[in-house]
């Protein structure tokens, strides 16, 4: 048995990722190395794990959707409690330090030196349908620094220019899902095993951002940023099959653990545009250029079988990758309506990313095409929407909004995309410290594989800045 075959075996699962597959292929063959200096008893122990370690890859990978999707595609989560208060829709405002990612333009509009801080809460649950009507739940939740920064104005003849620095997280992989019931599929080794997986996803991607932004007229403005991206993420699949109605005179159950653990690096840039057509319409645009994100990868898998006199045969492989993911560039723009001497505001934003043009650079493994992408990934345009109203009598900001996240991979079937409804309030004491709150509700629902997984997430950003 050799492991060059991985193409073949992918296409027969549906499984699109053959760097994966080739991972959990290279266990099955150690399982194999293992039999040829055995005797006939160790032999058919043996076969177990061989054909434990096969079953890992021809169903777990293809039930297991983190293992498959480009997790650093997409995944967009928002920074800022009162852009997110207002659906994200920020590309016409951008009048806090958030503006250095939403868009840079904006900074030059701030006065005053600002510090600014926000924290995010992320609370995701997931029911998952894999064998019959009954779903197994799951939740996991997270707390982390969404922005951090400060910007600093000058005056000019113009009217501003202003200089910015500071760390903004846009994207969160922070979910698990979890599979239980009993293996519908009938043929293979393990027809009819009640299945236990655990899938945790954790981490996220930030950037680190330099940028300065001014006043080319009285009501245009251009700005721009230098992007420093970092982050992580970690995903730990846990299998465990028993055979709780004897299907196999000899196997009890097995394990199967599979952990990936991947560091994020890249440089790129934004460049943006803030128009103010009258006193009471501004228009935005943001462009991100490409960036190529380094990843370095290390992943590991176990698998242990478990005989029906308590014999035990374990087999493990470890290893690590190196490539890069050529993002595409992103477009947005906006508009910024201001009505009722400015107490009334609607915002609207809509953001291009062709993810198609995304490549791998090398590929992580020689069986991917350079058309991965291309095959499997499609055109995407966000949507954010949002109002804010002042109540003059309390000097308090509320708000509400809409956030459309669709989602680009296009080897699984989505329902509602990734559909955000957003709340927030804000206020200002003394004209110089500002606290806003926003609150994001979304569902959706995934299936592929006969496997389907609704999704439901909480998210509460609150931020804190003081100008000076």
């Given at each position: ?14 499984v699109?990722?053959?760097s ?5 292929i ?21 076969m ?7 079953f ?5 990978a293809?039930?297991?959707m ?33 503006a ?18 926000s ?27 969404n ?8 005056q000019?003849?113009?009217g ?8 903004n ?22 027809s ?24 080319v007229?009285k ?21 465990t ?8 005179s ?14 994020y690096?890249g440089v790129?840039?934004?460049i ?14 943001n462009?991100v ?10 992943w ?13 045969t ?9 490539f ?14 201001k ?7 609607l ?17 992580p493994?020689e069986?991917?095409?350079?058309d991965n ?14 109002a ?53 509700l ?5 299936s ?21």
């Open positions: 048995m050799g492991i060059n075959n991985v193409t073949q075996i992918g296409e027969s699962i549906g699109t990722n053959p994966y597959i080739k991972k959990k290279q266990v099955t063959y150690l399982s194999y190395r293992f039999l040829e200096n055995g005797g006939n008893r160790a032999m058919k122990r043996g177990y794990v061989t054909f434990i370690s096969l890992a890859v021809t169903f777990f293809a039930i297991s983190a293992q498959v999707e480009e997790m650093a595609i997409g995944n967009t989560f928002g920074v800022g409690a009162r852009a997110m208060g207002m659906g994200g829709a920020s590309l016409g405002l951008a009048d806090d330090f958030t250095l990612y939403w868009n840079p333009a904006g900074m030059a509009q701030i006065q005053k030196f600002e510090m600014f801080s924290l995010s809460h992320n609370s995701a649950s997931a029911d998952t349908y894999f064998a019959g009507d009954t779903a197994t739940g799951t939740s996991r939740s997270q707390m982390r620094l922005s951090i920064g400060f910007v600093y104005p000058f000019t003849r113009q501003g220019w202003a200089i910015a620095f500071g760390y997280r846009p994207q969160n992989f922070d979910y698990q899902t979890a599979i239980q019931g009993i293996d519908p599929s009938s043929g293979t080794e393990f009819g095993l009640a299945v236990d997986e655990t899938d945790v996803n954790s981490g996220g991607i930030g950037i680190w951002s330099f940028g300065t932004s001014v006043y007229s009501r245009i403005l251009i700005g721009g940023s230098l992007d420093f991206w970092q982050g992580r993420s970690l995903n730990e699949l846990d299998t099959a028993t055979d709780i109605i004897d299907i196999d000899e196997l009890a159950r097995f394990r199967y653990d599979d952990e990936i653990d991947r560091e690096s790129g840039g934004r943006g545009l803030l128009a103010h057509l009258t006193d009471a319409i501004s228009l935005g645009v462009v250029a490409p960036v190529d994100l380094g990843v370095d990868e290390l590991y898998q176990s698998t242990v079988a478990v005989y029906d006199d308590g014999e035990e374990r087999d493990a492989v470890s290893g690590a990758l190196a890069d993911i050529e993002r595409p560039f992103e477009v947005g723009t906006g508009i910024a309506v009505l009722f001497n400015k107490q009334l505001i915002a609207g934003d809509v953001q291009l990313t062709d993810w198609t043009q995304t490549r791998y650079n090398p590929a493994a069986d991917i095409s350079q992408f291309e095959e499997f990934y499609a055109t995407t345009l966000q949507a954010r929407l949002g804010e109203y002042r109540i003059p009598t309390i000097g308090t900001h509320i708000r509400l909004g809409y956030f459309r996240d669709t989602i680009p991979f296009t080897d699984a079937e989505v329902e509602d995309a990734r559909d955000f409804l957003t709340a927030g309030i804000g206020k200002i004491f003394e004209d110089s410290l500002k606290f806003d709150v926003a609150y994001m979304g569902t959706w629902q995934q592929r594989n006969d496997v389907t997984t609704e999704r439901l997430t909480h998210r509460v950003f609150v931020s804190a800045a003081y100008r000076f």
